[in-house]
T-cell receptor, first 113, second 114 residues
Framework: KAGVTQTPRYLIKTRGQQVTLSCSPI?????VSWYQQTPGQGLQFLFE???????NKGNFPGRFSGRQFSNSRSEMNVSTLELGDSALYLC????????????FGPGTRLLVL | AQSVTQLGSHVSVSEGALVLLRCNYS??????LFWYVQYPNQGLQLLLK??????LVKGINGFEAEFKKSETSFHLTKPSAHMSDAAEYFC????????????FGSGTRLSIRP
């Protein structure tokens, strides 16, 4: 069974631009969560989606948004990029919301210049 | 409120030596506890989890952790370190199994000396 895939793996953007990251969960998994990892703040929860609905949201500004499609694939978008948005963005999937075992993708490393 | 403290941002042990990575948690309710490993340029891989069953939890790659309620600890151990164990390890706590409630520690980088 294929694991969680994230595209692209690396991305360079400039301040003010917007970016869209993609996550394909493990086949059969319907819950997708997103995390931001930075050296300063560590791992922080962004959002959790299930059945195309956002179930939970972390403490991030409105510039961070996401969505989930009917095939459970998810995208997250960051508008008006800031230097501080440079991070590793990790996606994790599980069979359902509230299932404690999440499977993580390799992440997308975003650099904002 | 929940919190996780990992003691030591960097631990170095010799190959074949005992690995001990420390994690203390704070939770107002019986917690779910996790250890994840992250290899360079990769995502997180679940090593093991505690969900109120046995207090000694065995995970993958020879790792295990013991839940000690009296000490609010969930330290990760491995009897004999291998070079391939070099990675960053994260302890995490949750009051339920929802992703939004998982709080990660700051991580401990494990180095293995030949």
């Amino acid at each position: 069974k294929a694991g969680v895939t994230q595209t692209p793996r690396y991305l360079i953007k400039t301040r003010g631009q917007q970016v869209t990251l993609s996550c394909s969960p493990i086949s059969g998994h319907r819950s997708v969560s997103w995390y931001q990892q930075t050296p300063g703040q560590g791992l922080q929860f962004l959002f959790e989606y299930f059945s195309e609905t956002q179930r939970n949201k972390g403490n991030f500004p409105g510039r961070f948004s996401g969505r989930q499609f009917s095939n459970s694939r998810s995208e997250m978008n960051v508008s008006t990029l800031e230097l501080g948005d440079s991070a590793l963005y990790l996606c994790a999937s599980s069979f359902r919301v509230g299932q404690e075992t999440q499977y993580f993708g390799p992440g997308t490393r975003l650099l904002v210049l | 409120a929940q919190s996780v403290t990992q003691l030591g941002s960097h631990v170095s042990v010799s190959e074949g030596a005992l690995v001990l990575l420390r994690c203390n948690y704070s939770s107002s309710v019986p917690p779910y506890l996790f250890w994840y490993v992250q290899y360079p340029n990769q995502g997180l891989q679940l090593l093991l989890k505690y969900t109120s069953a046995a207090t000694l939890v065995k995970g993958i790659n020879g790792f295990e952790a013991e839940f000690k309620k009296s000490e609010t600890s969930f330290h990760l151990t491995k009897p004999s370190a291998h070079m391939s164990d070099a990675a960053e390890y994260f302890c995490a706590v949750s009051e339920n199994s929802s992703a939004s409630k998982i709080i990660f520690g700051s991580g401990t980088r494990l180095s293995i000396r030949p």
